[in-house]
């Protein structure tokens, strides 16, 4: 098996595009506020400014590339949120609780499915399985 990749869901990411845009809206707009001759107003308005561009980037880093949720390879995983980098071999125990899997061991790891595209979904538990399984020596019947 190679390295795969699972990023943030299409909706969970457009949640995220949806509100940075509208944070980018306020902060323009409070920017042409607070322009003046006043020199903390001109501060103000250019922090403003920054953050409106800091918003912008940020809706369009969601919108086209999603930031990544989990990634599997042959020697272990990373889970983006918490970080958590682990070999296979170490995780022990794996359960599947109200929409979270749950990797215990000496690295433990939670990973929210609701976050992960739904058509990828089974594909990620079937690989967390299989990359188990593999990795402490198991094969199935048949």
């Known amino acids: 098996m190679s390295s795969s990749t699972y990023r943030l869901g299409r909706g969970p990411a457009l949640v995220a595009t949806g509100a940075f845009t509208i944070a980018t809206g306020v902060l323009v707009f409070a920017a042409f506020l607070l322009a ?26 969601f919108a086209f590339r999603p930031p990544v949720i989990a990634r599997f390879d042959e020697r272990g995983f990373m889970v983006a949120r918490p970080r958590t980098r682990a070999a296979w071999k170490q995780v022990d125990d794996v359960t599947l609780d109200a929409g979270f899997l749950v990797l215990t061991g000496e690295g433990t790891a939670r990973v929210d499915l609701r976050m992960i595209e739904p058509g990828s979904r089974e594909t990620f538990l079937r690989e967390v399985y299989d990359r188990l399984n593999s990795a402490h020596g198991y094969t199935r019947f048949g």
């Open 36 to 61: 003046d001759d006043a020199t903390w107003r001109t501060v103000a308005a250019a922090v403003a400014g920054g953050l409106a561009v800091l918003a912008l980037l940020l809706a369009l880093r």
